[in-house]
């Protein structure tokens, strides 16, 4: 169970109603960028034409911001978080091991990150929601 303290409160309130997208979650990940999950098909509205809703909250809070979209499924989900970074393919191979089959090194770079962290990273936001052991890119 998630526990949000007062400030991410105050902050998913005012997501909602400046967008009117219904909130799921709202963390700082661990490398330290304040992230939305908005409710699945809602990702268009929390944006705002031109992504003007994502600007007008990070120069308002004066942080860089993430908003993804919930996804139904562990695949689903990493697509999204690791939007718009495009994939071969997201493999769910069960025990809690996720595959992603990068595009070029530019791709697997990006994923993976400086000492992993990226990966690790996101390892962590899929935690939020579904089991999962570790997250591979190949």
Same mark, same amino acid.
């Given at each position: 169970? &998630? ?15 400046? !967008?009117? /997208? ?7 990940? !661990?490398?330290?960028?304040? !992230?939305? #999950?908005?409710? &699945? ?9 031109? /992504? =003007? ?13 993430? #908003?993804?979209?919930?996804?139904? =499924?562990? %695949? ?5 978080? *690791?939007?718009?970074? &495009?994939?071969?393919? *997201? ?7 996720? #595959? *992603? !089959?990068?595009?070029?090194?530019? #791709? ?6 400086? %000492? ?18 570790? *997250?591979?890119?190949?």
């Amino acid at each position: 169970m &998630t526990v949000f303290d007062q400030e991410l409160i105050k902050l998913m309130n005012y997501f909602e109603q400046k !967008t009117g /997208a219904a909130v799921k979650d709202c963390f700082y990940d !661990t490398l330290g960028k304040l !992230t939305f #999950v908005v409710a &699945t098909g809602e990702l268009g509205k929390a944006l705002g034409k031109k /992504a =003007s809703n994502l600007k007008d909250l990070e120069k308002r809070l004066g942080k860089r911001v993430r #908003v993804s979209e919930f996804a139904p =499924s562990r %695949q689903e989900l990493v697509s999204n978080f *690791i939007a718009p970074l &495009t994939v071969k393919d *997201i493999e769910d191979r069960g025990d809690g091991l996720v #595959v *992603i !089959t990068g595009g070029d090194e530019r #791709v697997n770079g990006l994923l993976i990150g400086k %000492q992993a962290r990226n990966l690790r990273n996101l390892e962590w936001m899929v935690r939020r929601f579904y089991e999962v052991q570790e *997250i591979k890119v190949v």
